[in-house]
Nanobody
Framework: QVQLVETGGGLVQAGGSLTLSCAAS????????MGWFRQAPGREREFVAA????????YYTDSVRGRFTISRDNAKNTVYLQMNNLQPEDTAVYYC????????????????????WGQGTEVTVSS
């Protein structure tokens, strides 16, 4: 199965921006829908954004819609999460995940549908 490695986390002031990357290796990247999830200290993991295998469909949780953009470069086997206007409530460990089920247009907010997870990258937003 595919292996995932996230990079790009860090410390940023409120209102700032970060771009997370998730590099995939080991299997055909276009066989997987991709998602970003996050887990803040003391809270459960939550869905952030998803993109279909072909990149044509995207889906966001309400709290990040309009601020975050998910994209993928299938030639580079990488999915990105561009995060703008970051707020302290965005502080969390961010995980990318791969879903090999469903159609090429599928996007999912259900973490149980994702087969493979990265190790996470930490994002801290100071006020």
């Amino acid at each position: 199965q595919v292996q995932l490695v996230e990079t790009g986390g860090g410390l940023v002031q409120a209102g700032g921006s970060l771009t997370l990357s998730c590099a995939a290796s080991g299997r055909i990247f276009t066989n997987y829908g991709m998602g970003w999830f996050r887990q803040a200290p003391g809270r459960e993991r939550e869905f952030v954004a998803a993109i279909s295998r072909n990149g044509g469909n995207t889906y966001y949780t309400d709290s990040v819609r309009g601020r975050f953009t998910i994209s993928r470069d299938n030639a580079k086997n990488t999915v990105y999460l561009q995060m703008n206007n970051l707020q302290p409530e965005d502080t969390a460990v961010y995980y990318c995940a791969a879903d090999r089920t469903g159609s090429s247009r599928k996007v999912s907010a259900d973490g149980y549908e994702y087969d493979v997870w990265g190790q996470g990258t930490e994002v801290t937003v100071s006020s």
